[in-house]
């Protein structure tokens, strides 16, 4: 590290640009132009853009924890390692036909990308890219995180199995803990990896893992949600990222319904039901308050709504522009970014006034992500 | 009124779906975008199926317009009805099998 800071201080003084501390920037997905805006969150601006980076549909990222390096998993297969300081793509492989996500291990030192063809799970070393591991299943695997000890854990959607690995020895130990259920859409890990929570399509329901305990059972909870009425079509697959756990609860989106589930951490039962425009993408938890904040699935994504943890009531509910795909908070909660993808711009709105702040061009931007993720847990 | 526009495309039986220029071009940002949520931007799949010509060999534009009007029951795939017309569905259709020639 000292080496590094040396020839970086040595090399690239002349060039003050490049000495850039990287804690409050934070890279954009240009979804249709496979390239992403580098942006600096202080002076709400864009940097740069840095290209050449495939398939970004649906494309995520996690950082380095130096915050120095993203790695991006593309819908191609893609993974792109993209240097921040000198903005660009420093180290790319093409690992298979088609990928849904990734993570890094808690230590730093490992990628791993989840797969939908072939299905499985793919291990890579951090700073090389060079392969290390690869785990086979028997479908598209969704869900991938972080596990503390150099382990992650993943879901199949085909059928249903949550596997965790454990990377921590030369050979990688892979064990199937259970079945979720049926059609798992995305996965989840707790910030304080205790339970993996895994949301079904197939079925009603969500599945819990006990992940500190030696043998985690799967525990199925909201079986029977709004089962008084017809499901309405899911025009977009929620995402569960973002799920909210305030107040000792998680806030979930219902599947088919217009509604977002209050369901107690700690028992799984059933707290409430908050009625919302439409159905729920992504479910945030805004920090530092009882607040989340919710967008939702096209036709109805042009609106975002702000729900109170404590009594489960729509707060607020704005309207920032065309085709709202994803909400990133500043670490402390000061501001929200919100990407507006028909309207190619990046809105800051600030959380206690709920007022825009400042707008940023960008062409069709979904996700965001702000370099302090490189410190969270499952993210 | 959807209906009623709807009955006149089966009795009119149109070869090709006639939709305005604006709205094809809505509906081919529709296809990249909102589609592209799930067969990805290229339309080589995702979570669901390629949506590439030679994916769609097999196909034909009517089959693909039913599937897009009522969706897969058992799959992810919903059903677009509440949101296109069946001349919008078939315009899709059409420009699925043939877009890689245009």
Known sequence: ?379 | MRSLAAALALVAAPAMAEVTPDRAAALEHMVTQDCGSCHGLTLKGGLGRPLTREALANSTPEGLALIILDGVPGTAMPPWRPLLTEDEARWIADYLTTKDTR
Do not use: C
């Open chain 1, 1 to 379: 590290m000292k080496r590094a800071l040396a020839f970086v201080l040595l090399t690239l003084l002349p060039l003050p640009a490049l000495g850039q501390a990287t804690g409050d920037l934070g890279l954009v997905i240009e979804r249709a132009t496979g390239s992403l805006l580098l942006i600096d969150r202080s002076d709400r601006a864009a940097l740069g853009r840095i290209e050449g980076l495939g398939d970004l549909s649906h494309a995520s990222m996690t950082y380095s924890p130096d915050e120095r390096f993203a790695y991006v998993f593309g819908r191609d297969g893609g993974l792109s390692k993209v240097d921040l300081i000198d903005r660009k793509v420093v180290a790319r492989t093409l690992q298979a036909g088609n990928s849904i996500g990734g993570a890094i291990s808690d230590d730093g030192r490992l990628v791993a990308v989840s797969n939908y063809e072939p299905g499985g799970v793919k291990v890579f070393d951090a700073e090389t890219l060079a392969p290390v591991a690869d785990i086979p299943a028997a479908g598209k695997t969704i869900g991938l995180v972080d596990l503390p000890g150099r382990r992650f854990a993943w879901t199949v959607w085909d059928t249903g199995e949550v596997f965790v690995g454990d990377f921590s020895a030369p050979a990688p130990q892979v064990t199937m803990i259970g079945n979720a259920g049926k059609n798992p859409f995305d996965a989840v890990l707790t910030a304080d990896a205790h339970t993996y929570l895994v949301g079904l399509f197939g079925e009603k329901g969500v599945t819990a893992f006990d992940l500190w305990s030696d043998a985690p059972q799967p525990e199925k909870f909201l079986t029977d949600y709004g089962k008084t009425g017809e499901d309405m079509p899911v025009y977009k697959m929620p995402h569960l990222q973002g799920w909210a756990f305030t107040e000792g609860q998680f806030a979930l989106p219902a599947v088919g319904r217009h509604e977002v589930l209050w369901v107690d951490s700690e028992t799984h039962a059933e707290r409430g039901t908050t009625p919302v425009h439409g159905q729920p993408v992504f479910i945030i938890a805004q920090p530092a308050s009882p607040y989340v904040w919710v967008n939702f699935a096209t036709p109805l994504n042009d609106t975002v709504q702000v729900i109170d943890s404590r009594d489960h009531s729509v707060v607020a509910t704005l309207t920032p522009g065309k085709a709202i795909l994803h909400m990133e908070f500043a670490p402390r909660g000061a501001e929200v970014w919100i990407s507006s993808r028909d309207d190619n711009k990046v809105l800051i709105y600030d959380t206690r006034s709920r007022e825009k702040l400042a707008e940023i061009a960008a062409q069709s931007p979904s996700g965001i992500f702000f370099t302090a993720r490189a410190h969270q847990p499952g993210l």
